[in-house]
């Protein structure tokens, strides 16, 4: 008996729609992955330039930089996610720019 078109058709749909529907979820999970991780580096980026114009606010205000992190928390209002943030914080001398160091601690 010959095979039609019709007769191999319904197999690869059957086959067809399945692998569509699972290379769109893989798809769709490697997006979203993606996105949490340019979150974080967005996060961490943005921490670190809070930090720099808390220093920069202070020195304007009171000519001088901060001697540490505990006093722009105290008096900027400045907040650290200390669970999710390694901070480094070295202040050299009172005019100038302490270095400023923000990592992303392991989950």
């Known amino acids: 008996m010959k095979r039609t078109r019709s007769d191999w058709i319904g197999p690869v749909r059957g086959l067809l729609l399945p692998t569509a529907v699972v290379a769109l979820v893989l798809f769709f999970a490697a997006a979203v992955n993606n996105l949490d991780g340019g979150r974080a580096t967005e996060d961490r980026r943005q921490l670190e330039e809070s930090l720099r114009r808390s220093c920069v606010a202070c020195y304007a205000a009171e000519g001088a ?16 996610d ?21 990592l992303e601690n392991e989950p």
């Open 65 to 80: 930089y901060p001697a540490n992190l505990e006093y722009l928390e105290e008096y900027y209002g400045l907040q650290i």
């Open 82 to 102: 200390k669970a999710r943030y390694a901070v480094r914080y070295t202040a050299f001398a009172e005019n100038l720019m302490p270095d400023i160091t923000v």
